[in-house]
């Protein structure tokens, strides 16, 4: 499991073998003592805190189009006085700096870097959880982290991650940024996805977020022939999952909140309404230019 995912909670190893914590605990000192992993505050790492999961520096550089032309759309969400949680991601970054420009908005985050950039919005409440730094993406996790977002409330959820599959929903290589991220969710009435084309279809070890759950996705156009993207975005369309696509046109202006039509929210359907808009079945094809929404609905049976 360290060697999976860079880091592990002893709470979670003595949950995952069926043991105390305590017996846990001496484990983890007999491995240190061999050299195989390093002891924690409540949990151990690699020698050297070593990770498989990619880097902030890494991650930055991908798909960087993509993600500005979601975060366009994503911002399109929230409203004037709302209060919502972000987690932590680059993609999630880029959605901040665009709700720096919400008056009366309260953001509750786990993330430096989205609370770095709401530090200086007019007008924008930043709240941010306890718990442990975690170097690689810059986030609290942990048992401060989870426990400090006991007994909250906000209208959605916007949550990133390594992989989204219609099996499984959104997943993380890493457990305890996946352990956070199933707190935030829990705070939240929906919760909105933002993954661009390269996650669909991605499976990583640990779930954050069940399929049923997820209220929306934002993501952006797949390129041609990504059989893999179009057919997972269609799965997720099946499952209820409401889809919005955004352009990734270089040339295209960036678009107000207003101008940015969203779909009705899911439980909406739930009570009647209808959820999915156009044709069923497929994208609706649409020219390049700014952030536009696409709304895939299930496939009739």
Same mark, same amino acid.
């Given at each position: 499991?360290?060697?999976?995912?860079?880091?592990?909670?002893?709470?979670?190893? /003595?949950?995952?073998?069926?043991?105390?914590?305590?017996?846990?605990?001496?484990?983890?000192?007999?491995?240190?003592?061999?050299?195989?992993?390093?002891?924690?505050? %409540?949990?151990?790492? $690699?020698?050297? +805190?070593?990770?498989?999961?990619?880097?902030?520096?890494?991650?930055?550089?991908?798909?960087? /189009?993509?993600?500005?032309?979601?975060?366009?759309?994503?911002?399109?969400?929230?409203?004037?006085?709302?209060?919502?949680? @972000?987690?932590?991601?680059?993609?999630?970054?880029?959605?901040?700096?665009?709700?720096?420009? @919400? *008056?009366?908005?309260?953001?509750?985050?786990?993330?430096?870097?989205?609370?770095?950039?709401?530090?200086?919005?007019?007008?924008?409440?930043?709240?941010?959880?306890? %718990?442990?730094?975690?170097?690689?993406?810059?986030?609290?996790?942990?048992? +401060?982290?989870?426990?400090?977002?006991?007994?909250?409330?906000?209208?959605?959820?916007?949550?990133?991650?390594?992989?989204?599959?219609?099996?499984?929903?959104?997943?993380?290589?890493?457990? $305890?940024?996946?352990?956070?991220?199933?707190? $935030?969710?829990?705070? #939240?009435?929906?919760?909105?996805?933002?993954?661009?084309?390269?996650?669909?279809?991605?499976?990583?070890?640990?779930?954050?977020?069940?399929?049923?759950?997820?209220?929306?996705?934002?993501?952006?156009?797949?390129? *041609?022939?990504?059989?893999?993207?179009?057919?997972?975005?269609?799965?997720?369309?099946?499952?209820?999952?409401?889809?919005?696509?955004?352009?990734?046109?270089?040339? #295209?202006?960036?678009?107000?909140?207003?101008?940015? *039509?969203?779909?009705?929210?899911?439980? /909406? /359907?739930?009570?009647?309404?209808?959820?999915?808009?156009?044709?069923?079945?497929?994208?609706?094809?649409?020219?390049?230019?700014? *952030?536009?929404?696409?709304?895939?609905?299930?496939?009739?049976?």
């Amino acid at each position: 499991m360290v060697r999976a995912n860079g880091a592990v909670s002893l709470r979670e190893l /003595a949950r995952v073998v069926q043991t105390s914590e305590v017996t846990v605990r001496r484990d983890v000192r007999a491995l240190e003592a061999e050299g195989l992993l390093d002891r924690r505050h %409540g949990g151990a790492v $690699l020698p050297g +805190g070593f990770t498989r999961e990619s880097g902030f520096p890494q991650k930055s550089h991908l798909a960087t /189009a993509e993600k500005t032309a979601i975060a366009d759309l994503a911002a399109g969400l929230v409203s004037e006085g709302e209060a919502v949680v @972000v987690g932590a991601g680059t993609t999630t970054q880029e959605l901040a700096r665009r709700l720096a420009r @919400v *008056p009366g908005l309260t953001v509750v985050t786990n993330s430096l870097l989205v609370a770095q950039a709401l530090a200086h919005a007019n007008r924008v409440e930043v709240v941010m959880t306890g %718990g442990t730094l975690r170097g690689s993406n810059y986030a609290l996790v942990g048992s +401060g982290a989870e426990q400090s977002l006991q007994g909250l409330r906000v209208s959605r959820a916007f949550l990133s991650g390594s992989g989204l599959t219609a099996e499984r929903g959104l997943s993380t290589s890493n457990m $305890l940024s996946a352990s956070v991220d199933r707190a $935030l969710v829990q705070a #939240a009435g929906e919760v909105v996805v933002l993954a661009d084309h390269t996650k669909l279809g991605t499976d990583t070890m640990f779930q954050t977020v069940p399929t049923d759950v997820i209220t929306r996705l934002v993501t952006d156009e797949p390129p *041609p022939h990504d059989d893999r993207a179009e057919t997972e975005l269609q799965a997720l369309a099946d499952r209820g999952v409401q889809i919005a696509v955004a352009g990734t046109s270089p040339a #295209a202006p960036e678009r107000g909140r207003s101008e940015v *039509p969203m779909p009705t929210p899911r439980r /909406a /359907a739930a009570q009647g309404g209808s959820a999915h808009q156009g044709s069923p079945g497929h994208l609706r094809s649409a020219p390049a230019g700014p *952030p536009r929404v696409a709304d895939l609905a299930p496939r009739r049976r």
